[in-house]
């Protein structure tokens, strides 16, 4: 079994920054993608960032591009998601993922490909 567990949310400011980080726990943490999808209310859960098991490689969804960047951290089995530039319409709760697979960082943009997720953390951007 696999535990992810977000953080760092919170309410910030239009343009302002927020860091938040995933924790999973498992020995095979470095075998994982993770991924960061977010749901806003009243709307469907959406992909924001992904990344592949080495590291080499990332995804992000056209309405976070040049904003938010994904990273992680083996050593600490954590992954970040910086966002910054933050705008109305980023506020949602955001969800952290883990995919037991090493597939095609773009393919990873469905929530299905994903096997266990964090309860969630709200960010709400305000005018």
Do not use: H
Request: proline share 2%; glycine share 8%; aromatic share 12%.
């Amino acid at each position: 079994q696999v535990e992810v567990v977000e953080s760092g949310g919170g309410l910030v400011q239009v343009g302002g920054s927020l860091r938040l980080s995933c924790a999973a726990s498992g020995r095979i943490f470095s075998s994982y993608t993770m991924g960061w999808f977010r749901q806003a209310p009243g709307k469907e859960r959406e992909f924001v960032a992904a990344i592949s098991w080495s590291d080499s490689s990332t995804s992000y969804a056209d309405s976070v591009k040049g904003r938010f960047t994904i990273s992680r951290d083996n050593a600490k089995n954590t992954v970040f998601l910086q966002m910054n530039s933050l705008k109305p319409e980023d506020t949602a709760v955001y969800y952290c993922a883990a995919a037991l697979v090493r597939d095609n960082i773009a393919t990873m943009t469905k929530s299905y490909r994903y096997n266990y997720w964090g309860q969630g953390t709200q960010v709400t951007v305000s005018s």
